[in-house]
């Protein structure tokens, strides 16, 4: 088909290009790094990351999607610091596939000199997760090389509490639904309460999305929330030198 072919030119001329929003550290006001999030340049077959990777999996083609994406993001990042994040996107089910080596990501990243220390691989649930057995080795491999880990879209979606038990996330990313609104949401604000606990029991930092008011920014730092992304502290955009 016609899109069939917009895709395939799109992965062979690596139409892509990343963007960067920046995630911000409520004890230091610093950023403490960004996320990466695909663009594409075909705006007539493809609105968005969203179609794109919904349309590539339905093509068998979600290997090779996310790692140009992840390809793109690392060059992209150029102005990264030493002790920054870079959060990259990668869909849970590509963690299962014995296929997906961090490998070609390691020298791209040396030649940015960045290390794998520098990257946060953000895992996304768009359906559950099949075997949690293949993805916790997979995951316990990569942290080995000093990747770490984040749950994506935590409080929406498919994302379920057993992967917080059993992949141990370094970063939990708490889901725009749960946080809009938060300082007029007394049932938000308990679940937000409830996640931080239970976070912090298991050492793992906290990130709150979605961010748009003053109010959910003095609400979610209030209560200890270590992290903050959304568009009061940035808007997703390409780095400028
Ligand atoms: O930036 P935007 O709101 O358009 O992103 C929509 C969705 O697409 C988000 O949920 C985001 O996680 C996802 N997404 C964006 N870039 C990537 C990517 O490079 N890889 C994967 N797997 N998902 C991405
Ligand atoms: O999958 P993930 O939750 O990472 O999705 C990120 C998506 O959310 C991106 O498409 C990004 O553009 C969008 N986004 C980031 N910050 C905000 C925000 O403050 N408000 C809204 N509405 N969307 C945001
Ligand atoms: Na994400």
């Known amino acids: 088909s016609l899109k069939r072919r917009a895709i395939d030119r799109l992965l062979g001329q690596r139409l892509i ?14 950023v403490f790094g960004y996320e990466a999030l695909t663009r594409t340049m075909d705006r007539t077959w493809f609105t968005g990351p969203m179609e794109l990777f919904l349309f590539a999996e339905q093509e068998g083609l979600t290997y090779a999607l996310d790692r140009l994406a992840r390809e793109k993001a690392i060059d992209g990042c150029m102005p990264l610091k030493q002790e920054q994040k870079l959060f990259i996107n990668v869909m849970a089910q590509i963690m299962e596939d014995p296929g997906f080596s961090p490998g070609q990501t390691l020298s791209l990243l040396e030649q940015h000199r960045l290390s794998p220390h520098n990257v946060v691989f953000e895992i996304t649930e768009r359906s559950s997760i099949a075997d949690f057995g293949s993805v916790k080795r997979a995951l316990e491999h990569y942290r080995s090389q000093g ?87 940035g808007r997703p955009a390409e780095f400028s030198l």
């Open 147 to 233: 990747y770490q880990i984040a749950i994506d879209d935590v409080g929406a979606g498919y994302s379920s509490l057993q992967s917080i038990v059993e992949l141990r996330p370094d970063y939990l990313k708490v889901d725009r639904s749960i946080i809009q609104n938060i300082h007029l949401d007394e049932m938000k604000e308990h679940i937000l309460f409830t996640l931080i606990q239970l976070a912090a029991k298991m050492g793992i930092s906290i990130i709150a999305e979605g961010i748009e008011l003053e109010e959910e920014l003095a609400k979610v730092r209030d209560m200890g929330v270590h992290y903050a992304q959304g568009y009061l502290l």
């Open 17 to 30: 290009n990343p963007v960067y929003q920046p995630i911000v550290s409520l004890e230091q006001g610093k």
